[in-house]
């Protein structure tokens, strides 16, 4: 099992950056796969990044493609999302989440961070 707490958010213009790390706990961080996810208000949840096990493959939402880039430290046990190139439709609540890569879903939730983007 693994916890996930989210930081880094925050409000920003556009076209600014912004990192929003994830730390988790346990001892075996590295046989969890990891994603991105965010949620504006009235939106259904949606995908924006993940990372394999050991970092060798990562996948992106068309929407963030060429701005945002996720990575991973396992010996520190965190998850990074670096936004640049902000834009107001990045607005959402950005949670971080976990799965066994045997697994389909995302069992392992943060309480998520909200990114204010203005124009």
């Known amino acids: 099992q693994v916890q996930l707490v989210e930081s880094g958010g925050g409000l920003v213009q556009a076209g600014d950056s912004l990192r929003l790390s994830c730390t988790a706990s346990g001892r075996t961080f590295s046989a969890y796969a990891l994603g991105w996810f965010r949620q504006a208000p009235g939106k259904e949840r949606e995908f924006v990044a993940a990372?394999?096990?050991?970092?060798?493959?990562?996948d992106y939402a068309d929407s963030v493609k060429g701005r945002f880039t996720i990575s991973r430290n396992n010996a520190k046990n965190t998850v990074d999302l670096q936004m640049n190139g902000l834009k107001p439709e990045d607005t959402a609540v950005y949670y971080c989440?976990?799965?066994?890569?045997?697994?389909?879903?995302?069992?392992?939730w943060g309480q998520g961070t909200q990114v204010t983007v203005s124009s």
């Open positions: 989440a976990a799965k066994l890569p045997a697994t389909s879903q995302y069992n392992y």
């Open positions: 990372i394999s096990r050991l970092g060798l493959n990562t």
